[in-house]
């Protein structure tokens, strides 16, 4: 069965310090999808990048970057230089091939960044 | 991408009565979907809702419970009914929308509805 853990519930940051967020994977499909998504305190869920599981090259995009790593089932994403702003809940999320509308979240890492 | 709107945004209601929240897209879209994230937790897919054809719900959400319409490609309904505390939840509506930029289509949601029961 599919499932995504993140394992750290909290975490807590001063502002312009570099933050890894961790996510494990679990799938018996060869071919899936892996999402991360921004919840800020306004609540909308805030689409941030898709990962197919054919291409594990990282992705960086300004002060995101993203680690997909097949061997170890982990999909990392790393904020650079933290600002406030970036304080929400992120979630990590799968979905397999024969149900790619089917999106299954991990609970949720819950990030301050501390001016 | 696509703007999603819900209402209401939030509302707080009885035990035993029932809640209709509403959910429109900006432009047209096939697939809807409606996610459940209860008080600190993660989100779970109640339902996707298609254009013409009967809602199919997830394992553990039933349609006497969670009746969904989706009269056009740009509205859906969920019905919360009969509901219980433990309805409590924000409820948020999404939808399969081609990315900015990318040649893929991707799941955009809008900000939920915050549902309290008493």
């Known amino acids: 069965a599919q499932k995504v853990t993140q394992a750290q519930t909290e975490i807590s940051v001063v502002e312009k310090e570099d933050v890894t967020l961790d996510c494990v994977y679990e799938t018996r499909d060869t071919t899936y999808y892996l999402f991360w998504y921004k919840q800020p305190p306004s609540g909308e869920l805030v689409f941030l990048i898709r990962?197919?599981?054919?291409?594990?090259q990282n992705e960086i995009s300004g002060r995101y970057s993203w680690n997909f790593q097949k061997s170890t089932s982990s999909f990392n994403f790393t904020i650079t230089a933290s600002q406030v702003v970036d304080s929400a809940v992120y979630f990590c999320?799968?979905?397999?091939?024969?149900?790619?509308?089917?999106?299954?979240f991990g609970k949720g890492t819950r990030l301050h960044i501390l001016p | 991408s696509a703007v999603i709107s819900q209402k209401p945004s939030r509302d707080i209601c009885q035990r035993g009565t029932s809640l209709t929240i509403q959910c429109q897209v900006d432009s047209q879209v096939t697939m809807m979907f409606w996610y459940r994230q209860q008080p600190g937790q993660s989100l779970t897919l109640i339902a996707t809702?298609?254009?013409?054809?009967?809602?199919?719900?997830e394992s553990g959400f039933v349609i006497d419970k969670f009746p969904i319409s989706r009269p056009n490609l740009t509205f859906s309904t969920l019905t919360v009914s009969n509901m219980s505390p433990e309805d409590s939840s924000i409820y948020l509506c999404s939808v399969e929308a081609v990315s900015p930029g990318q040649f893929s289509y991707e799941q955009y949601f809008g900000p939920g509805t915050r549902l309290t029961v008493t």
């Open positions: 999320a799968l979905s397999e091939a024969d149900r790619d509308d089917k999106i299954i």
């Open positions: 809702a298609n254009q013409g054809s009967e809602a199919t719900y």
């Open positions: 990962r197919n599981s054919f291409d594990e």
